[in-house]
């Protein structure tokens, strides 16, 4: 009874050529742009469940992006694709996406970034714009100490993280430029991925992300 209780709340097997479409357009772009799968080479399955996730079904061998059932447009269905898909490419690497604030943020300007290759611009604009109207945006020192809690059905982040993570990832990649950004993902420390850089980005990039020596060592 549990269990039937709990499947009722998911959709299997989504039968939508728009989505589909989307999905593996997003999944080869991020493999373009990140490296293969660092985990098992499993196939996806788009599922509608209650909340927004990537998880790894090993049970049926596969990962299932999960996206909320109650979306009514398509805008929404594709961000939502576009940010768990980059969960489903760059799951288990030891980069500098290991720190949640970096991870989140990466999935925020990589969706963006999809959204407006797509022509979907001015709801990309408007994410944006959400997000730094938000009251309750964190800054970079409260977004670092942030920690989510996983249920069975969501993970829960503090209130104004994925404000903060959004509006930083968008300010930090005017900073730096989307090659610089994809290289979060491969580098180990911030000290290699801040090499790269040019001297005169070097000083405002350490200021926004309130980079302390301890990190840079």
């Not at 049926?60 to 059932?69: C, F, H």
């Amino acid at each position: 009874m549990i269990l039937k209780k709990l499947l009722s709340l998911y959709k299997f097997d989504v039968k939508d050529d728009q989505l589909n479409e989307f999905a593996a357009y997003c999944f080869e772009t991020y493999v373009g742009w990140f490296g293969p799968q660092q985990g098992p080479q499993w196939p996806y399955e788009i599922v509608f469940g209650p909340s927004n996730m990537c998880l790894r079904n090993c049970i049926l061998r596969r990962y299932e992006i999960v996206i909320m059932k109650s979306y009514e447009t398509n805008k929404q269905k594709f961000a939502s694709i576009a940010h768990e898909m980059y969960h489903c490419v760059t799951k288990n690497r030891s980069s500098l996406i290991r720190f949640l604030w970096v991870d989140e943020m990466m999935a925020f300007v990589t969706s963006q970034r999809i959204l407006r290759q797509r022509g979907y611009h001015d709801y990309a604009d408007l994410r944006l714009k959400v997000a730094i109207e938000s009251p309750d945006c964190m800054d970079i020192l409260a977004l670092k100490k942030a920690k989510a809690r996983k249920t069975m059905f969501q993970i829960i982040y503090p209130d104004g993280f994925a404000a903060g993570v959004n509006t930083l990832g968008a300010e930090l990649e005017k900073l730096v430029g989307w090659e610089a950004m994809t290289r979060l993902i491969q580098c180990i420390s911030w000290k290699e991925w801040l090499y790269a850089l040019s001297a005169d980005v070097r000083p405002p990039v350490c200021q926004l992300l309130a980079l302390s020596e301890q990190e840079l060592g």
